[in-house]
């Protein structure tokens, strides 16, 4: 049985489809069948960063309308095995989702997949509704600030009152918490809410923190998942946080401030 | 005169009227229907309480009856239980066969124990507490109401989000948003909380805003009450 996963954060610009690639690319690098859903109509994004932009044909809503199957709208990455894109709309809006055409879509691909990854818009409206209503555990993402652990939190609360396993009195939406962008010098300063402050605040358990890295710019504008960046800090972050979720028990890294050597200032790392 | 009808006219007192009304009557527990048992057992009766017995109406239960219910005479009851100063006025319980000897004796059958009937029931159904416990944090944008009772929080409430109750709330974690208790107007009413964060408290009405929180009560456990139409802020001792 398939496994879907919201990527979602209520905040735009922390860090979802960044999370939404790298982790679904972890996830199949590890063997997982995966397919990963940019729920952004309107706003696509997902194929950027994944690359693939210049393969689009169909997309999501297309596949929804019945204009196309499903096969001719999934998008086969070409760098990792297993891992499909469904790609969303740049000419429609988020309108175009509708609760039935999404539960039909996620059946079909429960069948061939074993995760299936929801790439949630920013926002509490429809997309973004639609992106969590069929999820059975969330990435939260987060960045280290008061107005993005406040949204954090409201996305919180639409999980556990709005989502399907909600409404039909299921076992509640799995939450996971993703604080990306995190410096550790600048929370010591108090610039930041450190990695405590917003686990107080938001009180569910820790996946995975992010620091925040040029080189997740630089490889979202190549087109890579930076997860695919393995000597990079936030490329190593995400490899942990995809085998946290998949049960290891792993520490936290890059949580403090880290001195660097000799050897790390002259050939870099960060 | 001629505009008053002709009821009121009327100076005739009508010959009755039929109203309800309650009695307490002893009721007649019987049994078995030994004729020579029944007496023995009244005639000891009568002695311990003379006065009890006259003309005292009962109402014989045949409930507990096992024994020959076909044998049983109730013209010789009737007349065994006047002989000895009662009046029986009724029966209940009792088989098909018994109601109709009963009502051919002149008894009328009255209803069945509410004791024993199902009547009683429907009372038991009343809720134990119109308390309302959360086993959650409440989220940003959640909004909690308990009516007619208090709000119990196993959880902290974030900031930006709200629990109300008719009486008092209790927060088993931290209060980042808004608390507002007694809402329809219970100024007895209190506020506890592990953490005061939040952004507005209020009581009956009376509020106060983050703003005008004493420094010295953040982050602290406190119960809030009124005094003299004022909120008091007190910290709970650990």
Same mark, same amino acid.
């Given at each position: 049985?398939?496994? &879907?996963?919201?990527?979602?954060?209520?905040?735009?610009?922390?860090?979802?489809?960044?999370?939404?690639?790298?982790?679904?690319?972890?996830?199949?690098?590890?063997?997982?069948?995966?397919?990963?859903?940019?729920?952004?109509?309107?706003?696509?994004?997902?194929?950027?960063?994944?690359?693939?932009?210049?393969?689009?044909?169909?997309?999501?809503?297309?596949?929804?309308?019945?204009?196309?199957?499903?096969?001719?709208?999934?998008?086969?990455?070409?760098?990792?095995?297993?891992?499909?894109?469904?790609?969303?709309?740049?000419?429609?809006?988020?309108?175009?989702?509708?609760?039935?055409?999404?539960?039909?879509?996620?059946?079909?691909?429960?069948?061939?997949?074993?995760?299936?990854?929801?790439?949630?818009?920013?926002?509490?409206?429809?997309?973004?509704?639609?992106?969590?209503?069929?999820?059975?555990?969330?990435?939260?993402?987060?960045?280290?600030?008061?107005?993005?652990?406040?949204?954090?939190?409201?996305?919180?609360?639409?999980?556990?009152?709005?989502?399907?396993?909600?409404?039909?009195?299921?076992?509640?939406?799995?939450?996971?918490?993703?604080?990306?962008?995190?410096?550790?010098?600048?929370?010591?300063?108090?610039?930041?809410?450190?990695?405590?402050?917003?686990?107080?605040?938001?009180?569910?358990?820790?996946?995975?923190?992010?620091?925040?890295?040029?080189?997740?710019?630089?490889?979202?504008?190549?087109?890579?998942?930076?997860?695919?960046?393995?000597?990079?800090?936030?490329?190593?972050?995400?490899?942990?946080?995809?085998?946290?979720?998949?049960?290891?028990?792993?520490?936290?890294?890059?949580?403090?401030?880290?001195?660097?050597?000799?050897?790390?200032?002259?050939?870099?790392?960060? | 005169?001629?505009?008053?009808?002709?009821?009121?006219?009327?100076?005739?007192?009508?010959?009755?009227?039929?109203?309800?009304?309650?009695?307490?009557?002893?009721?007649?527990?019987?049994?078995?229907?030994?004729?020579?048992?029944?007496?023995?057992?009244?005639?000891?009766?009568?002695?311990?309480?003379?006065?009890?017995?006259?003309?005292?109406?009962?109402?014989?239960?045949?409930?507990?009856?096992?024994?020959?219910?076909?044998?049983?005479?109730?013209?010789?009851?009737?007349?065994?239980?006047?002989?000895?100063?009662?009046?029986?006025?009724?029966?209940?319980?009792?088989?098909?066969?018994?109601?109709?000897?009963?009502?051919?004796?002149?008894?009328?059958?009255?209803?069945?124990?509410?004791?024993?009937?199902?009547?009683?029931?429907?009372?038991?159904?009343?809720?134990?507490?119109?308390?309302?416990?959360?086993?959650?944090?409440?989220?940003?944008?959640?909004?909690?109401?308990?009516?007619?009772?208090?709000?119990? &929080?196993?959880?902290?409430?974030?900031?930006?989000?709200?629990?109300?109750?008719?009486?008092?709330?209790?927060?088993?974690?931290?209060?980042?948003?808004?608390?507002?208790?007694?809402?329809?107007?219970?100024?007895?009413?209190?506020?506890?909380?592990?953490?005061?964060?939040?952004?507005?408290?209020?009581?009956?009405?009376?509020?106060?805003?983050?703003?005008?929180?004493?420094?010295?009560?953040?982050?602290?456990?406190?119960?809030?009450?009124?005094?003299?139409?004022?909120?008091?802020?007190?910290?709970?001792?650990?």
């Amino acid at each position: 049985m398939a496994t &879907v996963i919201v990527v979602t954060s209520g905040k735009g610009g922390v860090g979802k489809t960044t999370t939404s690639a790298s982790f679904a690319t972890g996830l199949a690098q590890r063997g997982f069948r995966t397919v990963v859903i940019d729920f952004d109509v309107g706003l696509r994004n997902l194929d950027l960063i994944m690359g693939c932009e210049r393969r689009v044909v169909y997309d999501f809503v297309n596949v929804i309308n019945n204009e196309a199957n499903l096969n001719q709208a999934l998008i086969r990455d070409k760098r990792v095995e297993n891992l499909h894109i469904l790609p969303a709309s740049q000419t429609r809006d988020k309108d175009a989702l509708t609760k039935e055409g999404v539960e039909r879509i996620l059946a079909e691909l429960k069948q061939g997949f074993d995760y299936i990854v929801c790439d949630s818009p920013a926002g509490i409206e429809r997309g973004a509704l639609m992106a969590l209503y069929f999820a059975d555990e969330a990435l939260v993402v987060t960045n280290p600030e008061v107005s993005s652990v406040r949204d954090s939190d409201r996305i919180l609360g639409i999980l556990a009152s709005r989502s399907r396993r909600a409404e039909q009195g299921d076992a509640p939406v799995k939450e996971h918490l993703v604080l990306a962008r995190y410096a550790p010098e600048r929370a010591d300063r108090g610039d930041m809410l450190s990695v405590d402050d917003v686990l107080e605040i938001l009180g569910i358990p820790l996946l995975g923190v992010i620091p925040e890295s040029s080189t997740v710019l630089q490889s979202s504008n190549a087109g890579v998942p930076v997860i695919l960046e393995d000597s990079s800090e936030a490329g190593a972050a995400y490899n942990d946080l995809v085998d946290r979720f998949l049960g290891k028990a792993l520490p936290h890294r890059f949580t403090s401030i880290q001195k660097k050597g000799f050897l790390k200032r002259l050939f870099g790392g960060g | 005169m001629l505009l008053r009808s002709p009821h009121l006219a009327s100076e005739e007192i009508p010959p009755f009227e039929l109203k309800g009304s309650l009695f307490t009557l002893t009721v007649l527990h019987l049994f078995q229907m030994n004729r020579v048992a029944i007496e023995r057992h009244l005639v000891e009766k009568v002695k311990q309480a003379p006065s009890f017995f006259n003309n005292t109406p009962v109402v014989i239960d045949l409930e507990g009856v096992t024994d020959s219910p076909e044998g049983l005479d109730f013209n010789g009851l009737y007349e065994l239980l006047r002989t000895h100063g009662m009046v029986p006025v009724g029966m209940r319980n009792g088989t098909p066969i018994q109601q109709a000897a009963a009502r051919l004796a002149g008894l009328p059958t009255l209803p069945e124990s509410r004791a024993n009937g199902g009547a009683k029931k429907p009372d038991k159904t009343e809720p134990a507490s119109r308390n309302r416990i959360v086993n959650h944090p409440v989220r940003s944008g959640q909004q909690i109401y308990a009516p007619e009772g208090d709000l119990i &929080v196993l959880g902290a409430v974030s900031a930006g989000a709200e629990v109300i109750a008719d009486g008092n709330i209790h927060i088993y974690g931290a209060l980042r948003g808004r608390a507002l208790a007694g809402v329809r107007g219970a100024a007895e009413t209190w506020i506890f909380c592990q953490s005061l964060e939040a952004e507005l408290v209020s009581i009956a009405g009376r509020y106060r805003i983050s703003e005008q929180l004493d420094s010295a009560d953040r982050g602290k456990a406190v119960q809030i009450h009124l005094m003299e139409d004022r909120l008091v802020i007190e910290h709970l001792t650990r």
